[in-house]
């Protein structure tokens, strides 16, 4: 596959050490995650992922990950939210899903500044959507467009978001369900302080209320009923493989410090680096095999997918919960080598081990992947 044309923009490591500068600050207030955003627009990552019609450069689904890997390996919650944001944008690409005027707004903003924008989907009573089910948020219509009324959970970027999607039915007799894309500074929303994780402590992941939250007429987006409501955005994100990338990225980050590690620490009674044993190096041979069978697997199966062989589109969620389990197998080995001081919180390790456990929440989790990858092969 040719490589795409913006790898020379786009530094890649400079783009991790930029983000990685402020992590540690951001995981410790559980602040929205300002400055590592910003370091991110610097970079240019926004106008790469933009569609060439808008201006961009539009690149291709492997260089996504690529850049997703990298702010995931500097800092995770920069990273889903960049990848949230991303996911709006690819799909402008192919169809114009928002309205034009809007979306020729949105492409002014991002150019100059980070603009962050999340699909509100899950909600305390439904869970996660993407299992199927209708919304109890609703719509209802007004004289000049929309209003939308309800709360969802585990909104990420929240505090910071520029554009909601807010998954919604209507009122009608027979509900339409789409998106209502509302403003985050808009009228009658609240957020919820609900966010107080294990990790990605900065992605600002709180419940939001909306309290008859208005949007014009053309804001609302509509789902077409295929037999069960699930949520497209959710089937997209799962498909593109982006969330996994970014926790290879923090696999990544993880090896990094354990390199470093292995060769500053001189045990006294060794008198040389540990990284000289052998049982080091056999762990470092561990790490980089999870790691390895993690990225074959992440661009190996996205390269084939987006070729369109059926077969791989098949295995993505399969590819998913491997790329997963690899990713937290890599930072596990590291932490349990190391000892005392892999826990530490003044080493970065601890807070690796805790943003990559978040990996196995993103949908297709696993049960729900194995469940059909069964099925699949049962032919039931």
């Known amino acids: 596959m040719t490589a795409s044309p913006t790898l020379s923009r786009v530094d890649l490591g400079a783009l991790t050490a930029a983000v990685a500068e402020t992590a540690e600050r951001y995981d410790r207030s559980g602040a929205f995650p300002t400055d590592g955003l910003a ?9 790469a992922v933009l569609g060439e019609r808008f201006g961009g450069d539009q690149v291709d689904a492997l260089e996504r990950l690529r850049i997703l890997q990298a702010i995931g390996r500097g800092d995770p919650s920069v990273a889903l939210i960049v990848a949230n944001t991303v996911a709006t944008h690819v799909a402008q690409i192919d169809r114009d899903v ?24 899950a909600e305390p009573e439904l869970g996660a959507p993407a299992r199927g089910g209708l919304p ?10 929309w209003a939308v009324t309800g709360r969802k959970a585990y909104v990420t970027a929240s505090t910071g978001l520029d554009y909601h999607l807010v998954w919604a039915k209507t009122d009608d007799p027979e509900p339409r369900v789409g998106h209502l894309i509302v403003r985050g500074d808009a009228p009658g929303i609240t957020i919820i302080p609900t966010w107080d994780h294990l990790g990605l402590r900065a992605s600002s992941t709180h419940d939001v209320v909306y309290d008859g939250v208005e949007a014009p007429e053309d804001h609302f987006l509509e789902i077409p009923f295929t037999g069960v409501y699930r949520d497209p955005a959710a089937q997209a994100s799962a498909l593109g493989l982006t969330h996994a990338a970014l926790y290879v990225g923090v696999a990544r980050a993880a090896q990094d410090f354990f390199t470093r590690f292995a060769h500053d620490r001189v045990p006294a009674g060794l008198g040389r680096p540990i990284a000289t044993t052998d049982r080091i190096q056999t762990v470092a041979g561990e790490i980089e095999a999870q790691l ?33 389990r690899s990713a937290i197998a890599a930072v596990e080995a590291a932490v349990a080598a190391l000892g005392n001081p892999a826990l530490s919180r003044t080493n970065p390790l601890e807070r690796h081990l805790r943003d990559v456990f978040s990996a196995r929440v993103h ?7 194995l469940l059909t990858a069964g099925r699949r092969v049962l032919g039931v």
């Open 363 to 369: 949908p297709p989790q696993e049960d729900q992947a």
């Open 98 to 121: 928002w309205p034009a005027h809007l979306y020729e707004k949105v492409v002014a903003e991002t150019a100059e500044r980070p603009v962050s924008i999340n699909t509100a989907r």
């Open 136 to 145: 109890a948020t609703t719509v209802r219509r007004t004289a000049d467009g």
């Open 292 to 324: 390895v069978q993690a990225e074959t697997l992440l661009y190996g199966v996205t390269e084939k997918a987006v070729a369109g062989d059926p077969e791989a589109v098949a295995r993505v969620p399969l590819a998913k919960v491997l790329i997963v």
């Open 39 to 47: 370091a991110v627009h610097r970079a240019g990552v926004f106008q």
